[in-house]
């Protein structure tokens, strides 16, 4: 069993950067992590993913160049480095996990869910 909780959102002016983190419980070197964001009244979309134990990672081709997955063994954390936002990044953002080392742009893939955390950028 993987928890997740994500942090890091908040407001930002269009062109600027935001980093959201992701701390995840349990053993999670076996597992893929991806983040996905919602925007009021859409569906959940892909936004980034990798494997734990891995060294590639697949982007949305919208934030492709400007937003970069990332972790932290040490600190068994995930993180989502936003640079150069849009307002139409907005949306809550979710940090989710599978078992095993394939990861997916399909949000339905992905077992276990962080509450989410609120990315608004102003234009």
Not at 61 to 78: E, L, M, P
Not at 113 to 120: D, E, N, Y
Request: charged share 15%; hydrophobic share 35%.
């Amino acid at each position: 069993q993987v928890q997740l909780v994500e942090s890091g959102g908040g407001l930002a002016q269009a062109g600027g950067s935001l980093r959201l983190s992701c701390a995840a419980s349990g053993r999670t070197f076996s597992y893929a992590m991806g983040w996905f964001r919602q925007a009021p009244g859409k569906e959940r979309d892909f936004v980034a993913a990798f494997s734990w134990s891995g060294t590639t990672a697949n982007y949305a081709d919208s934030v492709k160049g400007r937003f970069t997955i990332s972790r932290d063994n040490a600190k068994n954390t995930v993180y989502l480095q936003m640079n150069s936002l849009k307002p139409e990044d907005t949306a809550v953002y979710y940090c989710a996990a599978r078992s095993g080392t394939a990861y997916y742009s399909d949000y339905a893939q992905y077992a276990y869910w962080g509450q989410g955390t609120q990315v608004t950028v102003s234009s």
